[in-house]
């Protein structure tokens, strides 16, 4: 047998007849040969038919249901005027009441398979919090609402508030602060070898009457195995999957996703509810899952410089990973990220999309909590997306190198733009950053250009990590290195202070850029602490900022 790049058989393939359109209806059934009149009833059963011409197109209706992709080329579409739903749940009912507001409802373990998500926890590198009780990738959603998870049963008849969760403030300590209603609709779990019992707290709302969700499985539309190059998505919407944390040293299992392939296009969705990360565009676990917080012999920072090496010797490059286009989506309601990457976020395209309430729920906080976080984006353009209202608007992280971040809207978040720990070149320019933080930068080799910062700005250097940079436009190393700071580039830019504490910061994050000498004074003084020490000593370059150019800005 010969594959081509698609998955299929070449010689089946020639033989069978080419761009067949495949049907799927909630009416329709399994046994059926697809055609229009006689559709498919599961549009799983269809992927593993469709191969690379095919089309698949989906009647309006719930499909509960994990769509595992075998063959790539596959376009998968709505029919047109109709709105198909990928579900990770499914509905639950019968409850029996417990009394102020509790009802208990045991499910056989059979419902869940080898993944429940009420006996699984949100674990892995960079998770911070909670802190003495854990968090579950279950959830319960009451018409189509998700609830909270209660620490204990006890705590499900607590109705005083709390704080479980955290903003992420980049450079302070994390600050606490309650969410508005998480002192009703909560829900617990006991788990046993056999059932899984849940006890929620509806408040006054009685679920034998309402539509009671809850969800059972890690993914709606992501295939299992890798390289399944070049499927569309277009026009569903995509909701309550149980997928796990995905920081960049794990499994970046996302509700939606290609698992390491290439040249995606998921465009024109509506996705929300994941339990972590809708659309992951990153690595899997061959490069490594999660293994400093199973094992802790080093720093996540050490395996996830390693996770670049392996990808390297894997294959990790232009032809075969990346190059996706995510666009025209609407994506909200998530606790972890809007969209998520590593490694094969590369190349790629992310562009008018409607990103929201992302990381906004507080049952989990960590490192990797953004609207958009991408690690190794190389290449990768960001552009005219709609972000607010998030715990962090968008989060680039490692090797931002070659990517651009132009016309994008910020605004409503904790944070709008946080870059980290790469030696660029990054272009960001053309935004609006209008949340009260706008930039946390810890980077070099950036350039900011005609962009309107309406909040507090950061900055400052990497000096105990380093991280990779590569060949232009390639995914090759060229090298390691700290990030000293400066090498940047302020041009065409309005600053607006917006209270009295945000001039006091505009004032010195300018003040601080006082240190940054031109290219010319840079290169006599390093040149000077060479000729002083008599050889070329590393600390020339540490000690010496690099040079920044700040011009044309209006404040």
């Known amino acids: 047998m010969v594959l081509n790049r698609y998955n299929v058989d070449s010689d089946f393939a020639a033989e069978r007849k080419k761009n067949v359109i495949y049907y799927v209806s909630t009416n329709g059934n399994d046994l059926h040969n697809g055609a229009k009149m006689t559709p498919f009833r599961t549009i799983n059963h269809a992927a593993g038919i469709a191969v690379a ?6 009647h309006g209706g719930t499909y509960r249901e994990w769509v595992d992709p075998k063959n790539g080329g596959v376009l998968y579409e709505a029919v047109e005027g109709e709105h198909p739903v990928i579900k990770g749940s499914e ?3 019968d409850w029996e009441p417990m009394g102020d507001n509790v009802w208990k409802k045991p499910i056989p373990n059979s419902l869940f398979g080898a993944w429940n998500p009420f006996a699984l926890t949100v674990e892995g590198d960079w998770l911070v919090l909670p802190s003495g009780y854990q968090a579950h990738l279950g959830d319960v959603y009451l018409n189509g609402a998700s609830l909270f998870e209660a620490k204990s049963m006890a705590d499900l008849y607590d109705l005083t508030p709390r704080t479980t969760g955290c903003q992420n403030t980049g450079n302070a300590e994390p600050e606490y602060i309650p969410h508005p209603e998480q002192t009703l609709y909560k829900w617990y779990a006991v788990v046993t070898d056999e059932t899984t019992t849940l006890y929620c707290n509806f408040g006054a709302y009685d679920p034998n009457r309402e539509e009671i969700e809850i969800n059972v499985r890690p993914c709606c539309f992501y295939p299992k195995n890798i390289g399944v190059n070049d499927i569309t998505l277009r026009g569903f919407e995509i909701a309550q999957a149980a997928c796990p944390w995905t920081p960049p040293t794990a499994d970046q299992i996302g509700m939606v996703g290609p698992h390491w392939s290439r040249g995606w296009v998921i465009e024109n ?20 899952h999660n293994e400093s917080a199973r094992h802790h012999p080093k720093t996540g920072h050490r395996y996830q410089l390693e996770a670049v090496f392996s990808a390297l010797q894997m294959g990790w490059n232009k032809e075969n990973v990346g190059s996706h286009i995510v666009r025209n989506n609407v994506i909200h309601d998530c606790g972890q990220n809007g969209i998520v990457g590593h490694l094969g976020c ?4 992310i562009e008018h999309n409607h990103i929201y309430n992302i990381g906004t729920k507080h049952e989990f906080w960590g490192h990797e909590i953004a609207g958009i976080k991408f690690h190794t984006p190389i290449d990768t353009i960001i552009i005219n997306n709609h972000i607010h209202d998030c715990t962090l608007g968008m989060w680039l992280d490692w090797e931002a190198q070659g990517t651009r971040v132009t016309r994008n809207l910020l605004y409503g978040n904790y944070h709008d733009l946080m870059l980290e720990v790469s030696h660029g070149p990054t272009l960001i320019d053309h935004n609006l950053f209008l949340s009260r933080y706008a930039l946390d930068y810890l980077g070099q080799g950036s350039a900011f250009v005609h962009n309107l910062f309406g909040g507090k700005l950061w900055s400052a250097p990497v000096l105990d990590r380093t991280t990779p940079y590569h060949f232009p436009h390639a995914t090759d190393v060229a090298g390691c290195s700290e990030v000293y700071g400066g090498d940047d580039r302020y041009c065409n830019n309005i600053f607006i202070a917006q209270r009295a504490d945000g001039f006091e910061n505009l004032k010195e994050f300018i003040e601080r850029y006082d240190q940054y000498t031109s290219a010319e004074d ?7 602490s060479i000729l002083e020490k008599g050889y070329v000593d590393h600390n020339a370059f540490t000690a010496i900022p690099q040079p920044v150019r700040f011009q044309h800005n209006a404040y």
């Open 53 to 58: 011409g095919d089309v698949v197109r989906v």
């Open 91 to 93: 509905i639950v009912t």
């Open 269 to 288: 969705n509506h996705l929300h509810d994941a339990k972590c990360s809708a659309i992951s565009l990153g690595k899997d676990d061959r490069t490594g």
């Open 346 to 349: 590369i190349f790629s395209r």
């Open 522 to 528: 840079y290169a006599e003084q390093t040149e000077a």
